[in-house]
């Protein structure tokens, strides 16, 4: 497994992420598996929507070029966030495609379930790929790879956007690209 790929497929995925809150803050717009894998802390039943936001993957992907500079494309087909691009590996230009399948958990936090890895004509198992990912990286705390599942699970409510508020993915989810977030405000 080489140490570049995993850090490109790292930079896609946090990028995405932190593109996500940027443009909803922008005036523009592991470890062992666990027996159970956790969804995030349920939210409270005295909580209220304080402010509604959508980005999309494009918005993502746009986000990403312009920070990383490389051609990485993002985009939702057939249901399926698919990450691709070219990397060079020991002088040889080697397509990557990463597709990966967006639910959203009950809490409203985001669940990326890998579908299919491909590294060019190298048949490399997706656990290995996700635990280089896990274990190589340098991932916020509210990111969870859990590589046996093949499951990348994003806690958006453990983030802190200030007090007594949380962010997490509407009801309506993940559809053609679009993502809708809610910043709720929760009282107790």
Known sequence: MNWKMAFFILIGINTAVIASFWLLLSPIGSDS??????????????EEVFFTAETSVDQIRSYMHSETGEAIDIHME??????TGTYTFFGMDVDLNLHLVPTVAESGNLRLEENGIAIGPLNVPSSAVLRAVSEQADLPQFVHVYPQEGVIDVHLNDIDIGDNLYLRIAASGVEDGLIPLEGVYDDT
């Open 78 to 83: 057939d249901g399926e966030i698919i990450f």
């Open 33 to 46: 598996a666990p027996e159970k894998i956790p969804e995030g802390e349920m939210p409270s039943q005295q």
